[in-house]
């Protein structure tokens, strides 16, 4: 497989924990979202995926994007360990965790969108992630055991760890989440989440790196 990522993306990160998590080994082939006025707006990539976004994954002879596509197929091609629980209403909240973040949170903060705020970037990232984290707050003090959903490691936790890193680095206060700032805590010591992390990467620049 051939993982294109970019250190700080944060739906690039949920698939590199998911391929840490099942052990799949991979070639890594970066795309600076920055440099060069953004190499994901390259004619190569686009022809890679069209949507001109990381993470794209190429396995199995197929070229997959967006993060949750991604980590569906790797689950259904590589089921251990288990991303999804089998009780459906476990998976439903996994599922609705995981989209919360995906589609509630991470789009409005992202650089695209971000480049259009202008001076207004910062308060505007913070509007958005305080807004989602005070419902996800309220849903996890529901359905989380040790991790978000029960104590089993799933794709709503895939999704967690990356979405706090970003509120850390948009300087949102984190003390009204003690559940989420708990949980991120217990996910952050384990190994996949470690070699997965954006300190940790081949593109990471240096002043970056753990």
Same mark, same amino acid.
């Given at each position: 497989?051939?993982?294109?990522s970019y250190?700080?993306?944060?739906?690039?990160w949920?698939v590199?924990?998911?391929?840490?998590?099942?052990g799949?080994?991979?070639?890594l082939?970066?795309?600076?979202?920055?440099?060069?006025?953004?190499?994901?707006?390259?004619?190569?990539?686009?022809?890679?995926?069209?949507?001109?976004?990381?993470?794209?994954?190429?396995?199995?002879?197929?070229?997959?994007?967006?993060?949750?596509?991604?980590?569906? #197929?790797?689950?259904? *091609?590589?089921? &251990?360990?288990? /991303? !999804?629980?089998?009780?459906?209403? $476990?998976?439903?909240?996994?599922?609705?965790?995981?989209?919360h973040?995906v589609?509630?949170?991470?789009?409005?903060?992202?650089?695209?969108?971000?480049?259009?705020?202008?001076?207004?970037?910062?308060e505007?990232?913070?509007?958005?992630?305080?807004?989602?984290?005070?419902?996800?707050?309220q849903i996890?003090q529901?359905?989380?055991?040790?991790?978000?959903?029960?104590?089993?490691?799933?794709?709503?936790?895939?999704c967690l760890?990356?979405?706090?890193?970003?509120?850390?680095?948009?300087?949102?206060?984190?003390?009204? #989440?003690?559940?989420i *700032?708990?949980i &991120?805590k217990a /996910? !952050?010591?384990?190994?996949?989440? $470690?070699?997965?992390?954006?300190?940790?990467?081949p593109d990471?620049?240096?002043?970056?790196?753990a």
């Amino acid at each position: 497989p051939i993982l294109y990522s970019y250190f700080r993306s944060s739906c690039s990160w949920r698939v590199r924990i998911a391929l840490a998590l099942k052990g799949i080994s991979y070639d890594l082939v970066p795309v600076n979202l920055i440099k060069d006025g953004g190499q994901q707006f390259s004619a190569e990539f686009k022809a890679l995926n069209p949507m001109q976004q990381v993470p794209a994954l190429k396995i199995d002879g197929i070229t997959l994007s967006q993060s949750l596509a991604i980590i569906n #197929y790797l689950e259904d *091609t590589h089921p &251990n360990p288990r /991303l !999804l629980p089998q009780d459906p209403k $476990k998976r439903a909240q996994v599922r609705m965790i995981a989209d919360h973040i995906v589609s509630g949170i991470q789009p409005l903060q992202n650089l695209s969108v971000l480049k259009q705020m202008g001076e207004k970037k910062m308060e505007w990232a913070q509007n958005c992630i305080t807004s989602g984290f005070q419902a996800l707050e309220q849903i996890l003090q529901h359905t989380a055991g040790c991790y978000c959903v029960g104590d089993e490691v799933s794709v709503a936790d895939l999704c967690l760890v990356p979405q706090v890193a970003n509120a850390e680095r948009f300087k949102v206060d984190m003390g009204p #989440y003690p559940t989420i *700032t708990r949980i &991120n805590k217990a /996910l !952050l010591d384990l190994e996949a989440f $470690k070699i997965s992390h954006p300190s940790r990467q081949p593109d990471t620049p240096a002043e970056l790196r753990a």
